[in-house]
């Protein structure tokens, strides 16, 4: 249920700011803040005190594929795009 709710409000900050990194910023912050009490709540939080670099990665590489795509969509022919997509 809760996961519903986080989904609505995230679908809802989406439809008023209509941005689409700030979406995804505040919807992180959020799936982060629960899995943290829920780490916290269970007592194994400890054990994810130091960073773990192959998750760092793999989160460069996420936010990179995302501005490169961002980028080639804007970058395309004016008629191969949707006005409302731009």
Do not use: C, K, W
């Not at 689409?20 to 054990?47: C, K, P, Q, R």
């Amino acid at each position: 249920m809760l996961l519903t709710v986080i989904g609505l409000v995230t679908s809802a900050y989406f439809f008023v700011s209509r941005d689409v990194y700030g979406t995804i910023a505040f919807h992180n912050f959020l799936g982060i803040f629960g899995v943290i009490e829920a780490l916290d709540t269970s007592g194994i939080l400890a054990s994810f005190e130091r960073p773990v670099v192959p998750l760092l990665a793999m989160a460069v590489v996420a936010i990179a594929a995302l501005i490169l795509a961002h980028a080639r969509l804007l970058n395309q022919e004016p008629g191969s795009t949707p006005s409302r997509v731009r």
